[in-house]
Structures are given as structure tokens and as C-alpha cells.
């Protein structure tokens, strides 16, 4: 199944035998209504209340309804669980669940050698596999035997288990996907107890549907116990995880929770204006459940009009967010420009997608770095900042906030569908540890009796915030150019020199006040590993790997990417060689080239898929051996 640390055999009258693993990667496929998210993330779920570590990648086709049974229509959920820190969700697969010919047509390349392969055999039918592109029935023809095949008749055997549930007619057969989740629970001895409380939570005004799940659950576990669909079952130990209390968190919910904890550390009230598109969506379903915490979410026309809503929200006094993803920042880009004239505090959120256009909506990709650091008009340089897991969405969020309302700037995150859709535990944070990150509005003039907008701050070169309706601070705000310090409308030639210099330079000594770059590996090693965004958990894990076979090799990996840390010219020039593999064309390696005159070495993949462990350390032993 997996490289196991030991096997422990049950007595001779307790079939079947129980095998301990240290890790195990499971992928849920099938057509994209049969519920394999679902069935995953209560998997993950259950093996997150049993105390494994663990990272998942949900993949969705980006039609709403493709046809039914074709390979464009697949959806996928992989998650790896182990007894140790892991850091991605696996390369390939120990077990494959393939609800029908497509999602195994579509995913077997992927499965490791003599690996295991669960499947609706009723599903295997000549219009199903005419669909998936089979010529033959993969079942019968002989060309799965290098895998164990567990095969189980998932439609009749749903049908007997929920006939006294009260459904009837097409929903009879929506309960198949808990039957396949009730087979894997007991394949891999997971608890059923959070599977079961969540059920009776969902479906507590629908005991029909409720019963009709529990019992196809049931069944799932019952056909794998009494048919010995399996010589052995699997476990995989709980992690040995710092103390406290933890949950399995999404980027896209890490984000949300994090905008509210920003909120809460700057003293304000949050806003959210936006417009929904894919992946970004989730953030605003999240936030907009947490009225309690003072916040406001408004879902706009369009995306154009949701960033105007959110500047006027910074304008008067609101920690103020607006999110999209892929095009929806272009087409915000006017707006973006205006919030940096203006110098508001804002924070924009991009989950990158797969591109250029409408591109492929459900796909990652990270081919918008250089379109958040340069893609305005006019001089107009902008921090820029990069979640490198679920979890630390959370953090970059508080930090980005922090920035925004120091520097009053409008701050770019990038995110991509890998982590705002992926998951991981998380132990939550002492809300009571959360920094200090308010910034006091202007409550009256600052010099003499008259008050000067862009009277700037000498250490951070920021403006202050005065709120509309404040007596004796009313001033002009807007997208002309401003006259130093006294904000009124300028076309001096000089004035929009010096202004252009103020922004810049405002924007390049942040450089002083974030984190420097820290190395992780051999202090000897000659070759550094470059990374930002979520190619952190690969990077690593190919690092690791190097390293045990004693080969020195070092990384590093960037949250800051406008203005880049203050160390990062050092680093850069301490080593021989570097790396950078990243999800686009070799946008970081370009800034780093242009930036520090160093010759960086790009590994670079756009197929809509994220990197895999192995290539990237075959890459890097490429290059140590070169």
C-alpha cells in the first residue's frame, strides 16, 4: 500500500490481517455528480479527528455540468495522511476510488506500481466505456492485473441499503459516493462517529436523505467487512503534532478568518466588497457568516463595481478587502491605480488560476506575479504578498493588513487554486498573541490649525486617514495628481516628479520592515532552491529528500515579493547556482534576474497540475551532478 513501518497480524479468529503505515495517498475520482469532494473531505475530515497530518488537492472540471461519464467531466480529490509532518498532498496515489470508466481512464497513470484500485464495477457498462474512450472493459481484459483490484456492485447494493430510507426515484442513487466512503473507512480503520455527527448536522430537516446516507455508509463498511473485499485492512498512526487545538482549515477559509483577525488586531470594522468567481468565491461565502465580528460583505454587479465599493469603504474608515481571481484583476486594475493615488489602505486578494482570458478557472496556475507587481498604468509600485499554504493564508492576510494600513497602500496577496481549495490541520492561534496592528485616524489638523493630507510621516513616508464628516479635516481626495503635502490638484512638472519618487520610495523602505530571508539546509551546499507561492511544500519536500541521500543543497522561500527583503540580493549571490521552480513561464526568475544580475535557473510547468515531489528533486540532482 505504502511503505509501512511495521505489520501487525490479528489472531487467527479476527480477519483480516491490519498493516500499519506511516503514510497513505488516497484520490476520490469519478463524474463530476457523484460526490467525490464531498466523499473526500469527509474522509479527510474523519482522518483529521483521528489526529493524522495531512494535505489534500480537490481538482474540478470547469464546466458546470459536463456530459455525463466523459473524461471533461472527472472530478477528482486527493489527500495524503500520514503519522509525520507531511507537506503536500502526494505524488502518486496509493489507492484509486473510480466511480466510473472515465475517472479511471483519466487517473491510472498516475496510480504507483501495484497499487490499489476501488471501483463501481455496475459503472463499467458498454455506454460508460464507449464515453471514457475504452475499447475494452478494463475489468475484464487483463490490463489491470499489476493492480489489486477491490471491485464492488456500488448502485445495487446502495439501492438495498437505503429502500427503507424514504427517498425515492434519482436520489436513491446520490447516496453511492457515502457507500465508497464507507468501504475506504473501513479499509483504512477510520472513525465514523465525525462522518456520522456531520450527516445528522447537514441533513437534520431532511431525515429521508439523512437516512438514506447513513445507511449506504453503513452498507460500505459492512460489504468490506464481510466479503473480505481486502486480505488487510491499513492504519495510519495519528501525528505526533505540537499541543493545542486544531482544525482542518482551506485556504480560501484561512483568508477569510485571517481578514477578521486583522479587523480585530487593527481595532476596525472589515469590509468585503467583491464579485464571485472561481476560486476566489469561498472567501466571501466564509465572511459573510461572521456579521458578529463587525463585518460587512456586499456582492457587487460586477468586479469593477466591487473594488469601487471597497475603496469607498477604505475611505471611510474600514479595514477594507476586495477579492477575484485570474481576469477579475485586470479588470480592476483602473480602480487598484486610484487606491494608490489616493493612498488608502486596501487589500486585494487574487487566487490565481490557470490563464490568460476566462483560461481554465479550476486549474492553478501562479502566471500573475508579474501582473500584480507591474500591471498599472503609470508609476504605480505596490507591495506584493504570497500565502505559501492553507494555514498561512491566515497569517499573510494579518500581514498585508499591517503593511496596508502602516503605509497607507493598497496591497496585492496572491493565492492560487491549490491552496485556497487544498487543506491541512491547523493549531489555532492565541487570539491574545495577535500583533497590534491599528493605525489611529486623524481626529484634528497637523500643523498649526489647518490640516494637510499628505503631510507625510518621517520614518514610514505615510499619509495619514482622516474619515469624511470629520470637522475641520475636510480635504480633496481623488485620481489627479496631488500637490505635495496639501493634496490639492497639481500639474506641476516638479510636484508629479517628487510625488512619484515619495510613492516609490514609500513602497521600497518597506524592504526594512519585513522578515529577512532565512536558508533552510547545508550551509555548504552549492545550489539553492528559490520558491514563493505554493510550490513551498513541494520545494521542501524535495529538499528533504536530497538530503538524506547526503547530498548538500539549500531553500529559500519568499512571502515578500514587492519590495523583495532586504537580505535577499546577499543570499542570492552566496551560491553557485540557483533554482527557482515555479507554476508559470519563470516570472521570479526574471525579477531576479533583472534585480540581482544572477543567472537563475528556471523550472517552469503550466499544465494546470502542481509540481510533484519527484520532478523537482530529479531536477535538482540533475543540477547538483552537473
Known amino acids: 500500500m505504502s511503505v509501512s513501518e511495521k505489520t501487525v497480524t490479528r489472531p487467527a479468529n479476527e480477519t483480516p490481517d491490519q498493516e500499519e503505515l506511516d503514510k497513505v495517498i488516497i484520490r476520490f475520482v469519478g463524474d463530476s455528480g457523484d460526490g467525490m469532494q464531498l466523499a473526500g473531505t469527509r474522509f479527510t475530515d474523519a482522518s483529521a479527528a483521528f489526529g493524522n497530518d495531512l494535505a489534500t488537492f480537490p481538482s474540478f472540471p470547469a464546466e458546470i455540468r459536463a456530459p455525463a461519464g466523459t473524461v471533461g467531466g472527472v472530478s477528482s480529490f486527493q489527500v495524503q495522511i500520514a503519522d509525520f509532518d507531511i507537506l503536500t498532498p502526494g505524488d502518486e496515489p496509493d489507492v484509486l476510488v473510480a466511480m466510473n470508466p472515465a475517472g479511471l481512464i483519466s487517473n491510472l497513470k498516475d496510480v504507483r506500481p501495484n497499487g490499489t484500485i476501488v471501483v463501481n464495477s455496475e459503472a463499467f457498462i458498454e455506454r460508460n466505456l464507449h464515453r471514457a474512450g475504452y475499447e475494452k472493459n478494463p475489468l475484464e481484459d487483463g490490463s489491470l492485473d499489476s493492480y489489486r483490484i477491490i471491485s464492488a456492485p456500488m448502485e445495487t447494493l446502495t439501492k438495498e441499503a437505503v429502500k427503507e430510507s424514504g427517498v425515492t426515484g434519482r436520489e436513491v442513487l446520490r447516496s453511492k459516493n457515502f457507500f465508497a466512503l464507507g468501504l475506504m473507512a473501513w479499509l483504512f480503520n477510520r472513525p465514523m462517529d465525525p462522518t456520522t455527527e456531520w450527516l445528522e448536522k447537514k441533513f437534520s430537516k431532511r431525515p429521508d436523505v439523512l437516512n438514506a446516507n447513513l445507511a449506504a455508509l453503513k452498507a460500505g ?10 486480505p488487510t485492512t491499513y492504519t495510519v498512526k495519528p501525528a505526533k503534532l505540537e499541543p493545542g487545538t486544531y482544525t482542518n482549515v482551506t485556504g480560501n477559509t484561512a483568508m477569510a478568518w485571517g481578514a477578521i483577525a486583522a479587523g480585530q488586531a487593527a481595532k476596525l470594522p472589515v469590509f468585503y466588497g467583491t464579485y464571485p468567481i472561481t ?12 456579521k458578529n465580528f463587525g463585518v460587512k460583505t456586499f456582492q457587487a454587479e460586477d468586479e469593477i463595481g466591487g473594488i469601487g465599493v471597497a475603496v469607498g469603504a477604505a475611505f471611510t474608515g474600514h479595514l477594507s478587502f476586495t477579492g477575484t481571481s485570474g481576469p477579475g484583476l485586470a479588470l480592476k486594475s483602473e480602480t487598484i491605480s486610484l487606491a494608490l493615488m489616493t493612498e488608502l489602505p486596501l487589500i486585494i486578494i487574487n487566487v490565481q488560476r490557470g490563464g490568460p482570458s476566462t483560461g481554465l478557472p479550476t486549474k492553478p496556475e501562479q502566471a500573475d506575479l508579474l501582473f500584480a507587481i507591474f500591471g498599472r498604468h503609470g508609476e504605480a509600485p505596490m507591495p506584493v504578498l504570497a500565502a505559501q499554504s492553507p494555514s498561512d493564508a491566515f497569517d499573510i492576510t494579518i500581514e498585508a493588513a499591517r503593511i496596508a494600513l502602516k503605509y497607507m497602500t493598497p496591497v496585492i496577496v496572491l493565492s492560487d487554486n491549490s491552496i485556497a481549495t487544498g487543506s491541512e490541520p491547523w493549531n489555532l492561534p492565541d487570539v491574545s498573541t495577535l500583533p497590534d496592528i491599528s493605525k489611529p485616524y486623524q481626529m484634528g489638523p497637523n500643523s498649526g490649525d ?34 505635495e503635502v496639501t493634496g490639492n490638484v497639481s500639474y506641476d512638472p516638479g510636484n508629479h516628479q517628487l510625488m512619484i519618487d515619495t510613492r516609490a520610495w514609500k513602497i521600497a523602505n518597506i524592504a526594512n520592515d519585513i522578515p529577512p530571508v532565512e536558508i533552510d539546509g547545508d550551509p555548504k551546499a552549492k545550489l539553492l532552491v528559490l520558491g514563493w507561492g505554493s510550490t513551498y511544500g513541494v520545494i521542501k519536500g524535495a529538499v528533504r529528500r536530497v538530503q538524506k541521500r547526503g547530498l548538500p543543497v539549500a531553500t529559500a522561500h519568499l512571502r515578500h515579493l514587492n519590495p523583495f527583503p532586504a537580505n535577499l540580493g546577499e543570499i542570492v549571490h552566496s551560491y553557485e547556482k540557483v533554482l527557482i521552480p515555479e507554476m508559470n513561464m519563470g516570472q521570479l526568475r526574471h525579477l531576479i534576474r533583472a534585480e540581482y544580475l544572477v543567472p537563475a535557473i528556471g523550472y517552469n510547468k503550466v499544465s494546470a497540475e502542481p509540481f510533484k515531489v519527484r520532478e523537482i528533486e530529479n531536477r535538482i540532482l540533475e543540477l547538483i551532478e552537473s
Open 221 to 230: 463498511w459492512n460489504f468490506g467487512l464481510t466479503t473480505d473485499a481486502a
Open 279 to 290: 476560486p476566489a468565491s469561498d472567501i466571501l461565502h466564509e465572511l459573510s457568516r461572521h
Open 450 to 483: 489647518e490640516y494637510l493630507p499628505y503631510l507625510r510621516d518621517p520614518q514610514t513616508f505615510a499619509r495619514s486617514w482622516a474619515i469624511p464628516g470629520t470637522p475641520g479635516l475636510e480635504h480633496r481626495i481623488g485620481g489627479l495628481e496631488k500637490q
